[in-house]
């Protein structure tokens, strides 16, 4: 498709479990952003890429988040041992150079820890 | 403390009113980004902008980049302009602000 591209949608998990966020950005951006959204509150950043490697990875909340994009274009966000807190709205965009072009955002996952 | 800034956070105007949101932030910055985002929706970027004006249709966003603000304008709403409008700016990486939430009345 031509835009971004999220997968899941929805994803319900329990308490402890591991889950997988995956983003597929528009063809040819090398920049690459994660954010979470939780409910009234504007989007929080969580990691951006440049190509392969995290340029800033310093919205991470801790050592169990965990993002990677191997081969420069699909991303995946990595929880370990999830927490209800983690229940958000993870928003994946990106852009075709770096942060200062403009940024397409995907629909997000609406991620639910019960 | 939050370092993009909106006011108001809630708007309900009747259709056709001029409508204003208005962003300060704190942060040195290359760039502000106006984006929309509708209910249950993903977000879509309106505008970004480095300096001055711009204008696409209905919407005009303006920087002072000396007093650090920008408005963003919607001219002859409608009542499927009701969305979120958030601002964000990038120095280093995006900051978002919290949003203003708009309904226009039909």
């Known amino acids: 498709g031509a835009g971004v591209s999220q997968t899941p949608s929805n994803k319900v998990t329990e308490k402890g479990k591991y889950v997988e966020l995956r983003c597929d950005p528009i063809?040819?951006?090398?920049?690459l952003y994660w954010y979470r959204q939780s409910l009234g509150q504007g989007p929080e950043f969580l990691i951006y890429f440049q190509g392969t490697g995290a340029a800033d990875d310093s919205g991470l909340p801790n050592d169990r988040f965990f993002a990677v994009r191997p081969e420069g274009s699909v991303s995946t966000l990595k929880i370990q041992r999830t927490e209800r807190g983690d229940s958000a709205v993870y928003l994946c965009?990106?852009?075709?150079?770096?942060?200062?072009?403009?940024?397409?955002f995907g629909q997000g996952t609406r991620l639910t820890v019960v | 403390k939050n370092e993009v800034e909106q006011s108001p956070q809630n708007l309900t105007a009747q259709e056709g009113e001029f409508i204003t949101i208005n962003c300060s932030y704190s942060?040195?910055?290359?760039?502000l980004h106006w984006l929309q985002q509708h209910p249950g929706g993903g977000i879509v970027s309106l505008f970004m902008?480095?300096?001055g004006k711009k204008k696409h249709g209905r919407l005009i966003a303006t920087i002072n980049i000396q007093e650090k603000h920008s408005s963003l304008h919607i001219t002859a709403s409608h009542p499927r302009d009701s969305a979120v409008y958030i601002c964000a700016v990038t120095g280093n990486q995006f900051y978002f602000g919290t949003g203003t939430s708009l309904t226009v009345i039909p």
């Open positions: 063809s040819g951006h090398t920049a």
């Open positions: 902008l480095s300096s």
């Open positions: 942060v040195g910055i290359s760039a």
């Open positions: 965009a990106s852009s075709s150079q770096g942060v200062n072009t403009e940024a397409f």
